[in-house]
């Protein structure tokens, strides 16, 4: 199966400007994921949709962060205005949703590649 | 507030020995752990899992070991490769398809 698809792959900007993600995740997949990954760092979870619906977007910065899924496809991740902290890989993720055997009943999410932002 | 830590940054191993790779959480509400490994630009591509009803589970040269009680999982890998090269994070969470919590990650080195 074809896996996850991010655009672009490397993005630089100048802070206060904006700047968008695309992703497409595996076909048949409700579940999308965009994390945030600063170097050094573990990815952060920014928002978690099912289908076209937002699970969870509590770590998500609302002042300048905006996602949407639309027809519970693809997604965009938009930063508005860019700050210097934003630079860090951008990770969309999507997942089956259906646990179980063999991978011990736990959720995996199969990851893009990236989208790499780096702020000046 | 970090709930899943690696607290080693990296770990340097001879080719043909074992690699053991520790993972450390808070949250006594985490039942699923997981194990990525990342290759530098490409996202992080799953490994293995546990749940915790086990205190072990094996794919054959990787094993991850579960200690509840200490809330804190390994992963080993035998023998080493060094094609294992990569950094690896764990990552755990509560209840079955909830969000993944992911430790800062801990680079391996394997030299031939």
């Known amino acids: 199966e074809a896996g996850v698809a991010q655009s672009p792959r490397y993005k630089i900007i100048e802070k206060r400007q904006s700047v968008a993600f695309w992703c497409n995740p595996i076909s048949g997949h409700a579940t999308l994921y965009w994390y945030q990954q600063i170097l050094g760092q573990g990815p952060k979870l920014l928002i978690q949709?099912?289908?076209?619906?937002?699970?969870?977007d509590s770590q998500l910065p609302k002042d300048r962060f905006s996602a949407e899924r639309l027809k519970g496809v693809d997604s965009t991740l938009k930063i508005q205005p860019a700050k210097l902290e934003d630079s860090a890989v951008y990770l969309c993720?999507?997942?089956?949703?259906?646990?179980?055997?063999?991978?011990?009943?736990?959720?995996?999410?199969?990851f893009g590649a990236g989208s790499r932002l780096t702020v000046l | 507030d970090q709930q899943v830590k690696q607290n080693s940054p990296s770990l340097s191993v001879q080719e043909g020995r074992i690699s053991i790779l520790n993972c450390d959480y808070t949250n006594s509400m985490f039942d699923y752990f997981l194990w990525y490994k990342k290759y530098p630009a490409e996202g992080p591509t799953f490994l293995i899992s546990i749940s915790s009803i086990k205190d072990k589970n094996e794919d054959g040269r990787f094993t991850v070991f579960l200690n509840k009680s200490a809330k804190h999982l390994s992963l080993h890998i035998v023998p080493s490769q060094p094609g294992d090269s990569a950094v690896y994070f764990c990552a755990a969470s509560a209840g079955a398809g909830n969000m993944l919590t992911f430790g800062g990650g801990t680079r391996l080195m394997v030299k031939p």
């Open positions: 949709f099912q289908n076209n619906g937002v699970v969870d």
């Open positions: 993720a999507s997942s089956s949703d259906r646990t179980g055997f063999p991978n011990s009943g736990a959720n995996v999410l199969t």
